[in-house]
């Protein structure tokens, strides 16, 4: 494995699944190449922990979950950069904001 920036979208990526899983996110990672193309229900799989959200929040924390997803892409040339996550992450607070 060569270290580069990419590791590091690599790494968010799994700590913001493990953020919204409330475990280390190993077993949904390994799954990840076969279940992309099909529908994950998040629902069935975040932390019970978490409180009940309202839709708005709900829209929020699917489109971080698909964002963190892209940056578990097994080709690193195909992750976004750091850069591109966070005007992603970005957009969404403004968008909140408004």
Do not use: W
Not at 13 to 38: D, Q, R, W, Y
Not at 48 to 65: F, K, M
């Amino acid at each position: 494995m060569k270290v580069t920036k990419k590791c590091d979208v690599y790494s968010f990526g799994v700590l913001t699944l493990e953020l919204l899983l409330g475990k280390h996110p190993g077993e949904f990672i390994s799954l990840l190449p076969s279940s992309i193309g099909e529908n994950v229900n998040l629902k069935d799989i975040l932390d019970e922990r978490l409180q009940p959200y309202t839709l708005r929040v709900s829209d929020e924390i699917i489109s971080i979950a698909k964002l963190a997803i892209t940056c578990l892409d097994p080709n690193p040339e195909s992750r976004p950069t750091m850069k591109d996550v966070s005007q992603e992450l970005s957009k969404h607070r403004s968008n909140r904001c408004t």
